[in-house]
């Protein structure tokens, strides 16, 4: 099921609407305005810049997140992941065969949750979107960074894997009790 406009629809609803809302430009936009749906994305994006400390914070941490996103029928995919910060955006590696790579290079929207490893009640939900994708040597760069951050050492070598840049659309912090 997609959310637009406050009501649930079933993929086979949206017909000729998927291409829209993975398109994401100003004239894809109006069109589907004009059809009479308004798409959920369509709101002014802040960068990490603009937000509160404690969430980048929580990504410059080995905290493990959660990225979830959308199969081809519509059900949700959600994987723990290691995940890093590039310039302003977050950064998360896979193999480029994963289902994680596939949902993404068909649709690039991602929930992403993390909590404090060390203050689990300590959290972050992310909604953003993929912005690019980084291969061989520039994508091992930011893959030994990240793994460094979380076991100390660079990426085991072996295995192909490419890095997915999100830029963050939406984005809160909380702290439990």
């Known amino acids: 099921m997609i959310l637009v406009t406050g009501r649930h629809w079933a993929p086979e609803d ?14 894809d936009l109006d069109t589907a305005k004009r059809r009479g749906r308004q798409l959920t994305h369509n709101r002014k994006e802040p960068s990490m810049t603009t937000l509160s400390s404690d969430i980048p914070a929580l990504f410059e941490g080995p905290n493990i997140a959660h990225v979830a996103t959308l199969r081809a029928d519509g059900a ?4 723990p992941v ?3 910060l590039e310039d302003e955006k977050l950064a998360i590696l896979t193999s480029p065969q994963s289902q994680k790579a596939r949902n993404l290079g068909r649709d690039p929207r991602v ?17 953003g979107r993929v912005t690019d994708i980084i291969r061989d040597e520039p994508a091992w760069k930011i893959i030994d960074r990240i ?5 100390g050492q660079p990426y085991p070598r072996g295995e192909d894997r490419i890095v997915f840049i999100i830029e963050v659309d939406d984005a809160f912090a909380h ?3």
């Open 76 to 79: 949700a995919h959600t994987v």
């Open 111 to 127: 929930a992403i949750s993390i909590t404090d490893r060390d203050q689990p009640t300590a959290m972050a939900s992310i909604r």
């Open 147 to 151: 793994s460094h951050k979380y076991i």
């Open 175 to 177: 702290t439990f009790g």
């Open 14 to 27: 949206l017909h000729g609407l998927a291409p829209l809302m993975a398109a994401g430009s100003r004239h």
């Open 82 to 84: 290691w995940i890093g």
